[in-house]
């Protein structure tokens, strides 16, 4: 802990006959100290809490095999985003034109936020519902890229569905043009 040590006094001797005086110094020992130290900040570091990852809540509906009891939405106030390959994003209103593909329209992230905005302003708020349906080539950050726009409109009602056959060729079509490659001819193209 301490210790007292003998060692000269810093005087200089004042006269002949004059004794010197011996001055005691005192050493304080630190090992108990850093050993105090290094306790004490193993205790903090195992009893704070590391930092908690955030992440978005998803209330999604049940999967149900009956149709009366799958979530129904008015064709007028839904939206459908569909997303492709290398950031392509598709949508329409309503439900697909499987026929002539008149209402499957290419747009991309920049626009599609004023797409949103376009139709929750034109749509009963009660009746308004966009259906997000990623393709098997659209990446992850796609996917939260479209979710991070429901949260900055605000968009209460929305849903992340499987695409279906019809969609995924037209999201097929659609990618082929975009990237410069022809579509295979199978009668439908997208406007």
Partial sequence: MADLGEGGGGHKKQGPGVKKSKKKMVRVDM?????????????????????????????????????????????????????????????????????????????????IRNVILKKKRSTNADDFMVVIKPGPESTMGSVVDVLDEMTI?????????????????????????????TPASSGTTPQ
């Fill in 31 to 111: 090992t108990p100290m850093v050993d105090l130290g290094f306790i004490l900040i193993t205790f903090f570091v195992f009893t704070s809490t590391m930092s908690t990852p955030t992440a978005m809540n998803l209330f999604l509906p049940k999967d149900t095999e009956k149709d009366n009891e799958q979530t129904k939405t008015k064709e007028s106030g839904t939206l459908t985003i569909l997303l492709g390959n290398d950031r392509n994003i598709y949508y329409y209103e309503g439900i697909l034109n499987t026929a002539t593909g008149e209402n499957f329209v290419p747009t991309n992230f920049d626009d």
């Fill in 153 to 181: 409109n605000v968009v209460k009602r929305y849903a992340l569905v499987d695409i279906s056959d019809a969609e995924l060729n037209f999201v097929k079509q659609g990618d082929e043009i975009q990237s410069g490659i």
